[in-house]
Each structure stands twice: as C-alpha cells, then as structure tokens.
C-alpha cells in the first residue's frame, strides 16, 4: 500500500471504535478506500486485488499518524497481518501495535523504494522477517536490511508475552529480590 501519511481514521473510520474488545475489527479496515457507500468492494483498492496477500502489510511513510486509537492496531491484526513495514511510524501507533503482537518494521526510504519495485515487478514477490536477527528479506534477490527493536519488546514478540506475562515470568527473581530486603 504505497500511501504515505496514512492516519488511524483511514484505518479504522472512528463509527467503529464502539467496541471494547479486539474481536471483528479486521471486516472494517481501510473501510472507507475499500467499500462504496453500500459496502460493495472498491475494485481498485489493494486489499481487494486477490493478487496481493500475506502476513506482511507494506506501507507507504509515516503509518499510523493522527489520534492515539489502539483499534487501528487491532484491525490490522484482525485481518491477519502481523507484520507493518513502513520508513517511519507514528510514536504512539508503534508503542500500539507492539504491545498488541503487531511488529512495526522501520526500513530506510531506499529499502521501502525497493520493496515496492519488487511488489510492482511480482505481486506475488516475497519477503521474509526474522524478528530473532531483526531483518527483512526480498526472497527474490536476497536483498536484507536491519530492523531496530526494544530488547523487553522483542522478547514479548517472541514469547507471546504481554507485560504481565513478561512479569510473571520475572516472579522468582522479584521474590528473591523482596527476601534480600532489610526491613527497618
């Protein structure tokens, strides 16, 4: 999706932010690009092109702008993304989305120019993300960068962990902790 300064409206228009609960929000991603007013798809929208599909979502510069919505993050993981590789992302969007199982990719502009000249060469191109050694590949010319990432959040992705999880995995060392302190 080469859009660039995709806000979390675009994602998921705010009349669906009623819900609580992350169930059902993939069915209204990029709603207002991808269905007429009578909800018929958009031909012309990427996400209903059948060429275009996978776990990875590519995406233009600056994903995830605007208001701090968490249901943006949701309905990306809802339609089964996993993956948002973009060249920048809103702060707040990214803190959403890796604290929800969603692995925002930062690539530097030449990279992401590279990625969708691929796509546009092969729709059907692939590429790989390995969270454990931080890189992405285009399966088709072996070409890899380098992806930052949190350490703790890193180690949330690959466990499944939510911060509580991640504490709890922490319990032994937190009692031992409390045992070696002097009460006064």
Not at 141 to 170: A, E, H, R, V
Request: proline share 4%.
């Amino acid at each position: 999706m080469p859009i660039e300064n995709v806000d979390t409206d675009q994602i998921i228009p705010a009349r669906f932010l009623k819900a609580t609960t992350r169930e059902n929000f993939g069915e209204n991603l990029f709603c207002d690009w991808r269905y007429e007013q009578d909800r018929t798809p958009k031909p012309d929208f990427i996400l209903n092109n059948n060429l275009y599909s996978g776990k990875i979502l590519v995406a233009g510069k600056n994903f995830g702008c605007g208001s701090s919505r968490e249901h943006a993050v949701w309905a990306i993981y809802d339609y089964g993304f996993r993956v948002v590789v973009s060249s920048f992302f809103a702060d707040i969007f990214k803190s959403n989305a890796l604290n929800n199982g969603l692995l925002p990719v930062t690539v530097s502009d030449e990279y992401l120019h590279e990625i969708f000249s691929e796509i546009e060469k092969n729709p059907n191109a692939e590429f790989q993300v390995n969270l454990e050694t931080q890189n992405i590949t285009i399966l088709s010319n072996n070409s890899t960068t380098t992806f930052d990432i949190d350490p703790y959040k890193k180690t949330c992705l690959l466990n499944g962990y939510d911060d509580i999880d991640y504490l709890l995995t922490l319990k032994d060392d937190i009692k031992k902790f409390e045992q070696q302190q002097v009460i006064y």
